[in-house]
């Protein structure tokens, strides 16, 4: 059973940092290419950012590039996200998630693995 547990979220100031991990499980991490996805309160699922299975390609959305840097170490089956710059817009529950390309799965069509979340709340 695949299992995938975000941690690192919390309370922190505008132009503060914070660093998310997640901690995969229950299948072959280093196979996988795998992506975080975000959800603000109110709005809709919003993709931040795909690595391929071995690390050597990483892509980011726009609002998040050149602040934000998605790293994995397949030896500890961990993915990370480091934050930097932080800002209010992006508070968010952020998901782990296991899927092959860099965009939103459809979580209704069932595609995609995805953790249960960790909340990052960016406010003075």
């Known amino acids: 059973e695949v299992q995938l547990v975000e941690s690192g979220g919390g309370l922190v100031q505008p132009g503060g940092s914070l660093r998310l991990s997640c901690a995969a499980s229950?299948?072959?991490?280093?196979?996988?290419?795998m992506n975080w996805v975000r959800q603000a309160p109110g709005k809709g699922l919003e993709w931040v950012s795909w690595?391929?299975?071995?690390?050597?390609?990483?892509d980011y959305a726009d609002s998040v590039k050149g602040r934000f840097t998605i790293a994995r170490d397949n030896a500890k089956n961990t993915l990370s996200l480091q934050m930097n710059d932080l800002k209010p817009e992006d508070t968010a529950m952020y998901y782990c998630?296991?899927?092959?390309?860099?965009?939103?799965?459809?979580?209704?069509?069932?595609?995609?693995?995805w953790g249960q979340g960790t909340q990052v709340t960016v406010s003075s």
């Open positions: 998630v296991k899927y092959r390309y860099p965009r939103v799965p459809n979580r209704d069509d069932g595609e995609g693995s």
């Open positions: 690595i391929t299975s071995g690390g050597g390609r990483s």
């Open positions: 229950g299948f072959i991490f280093s196979n996988f290419h």
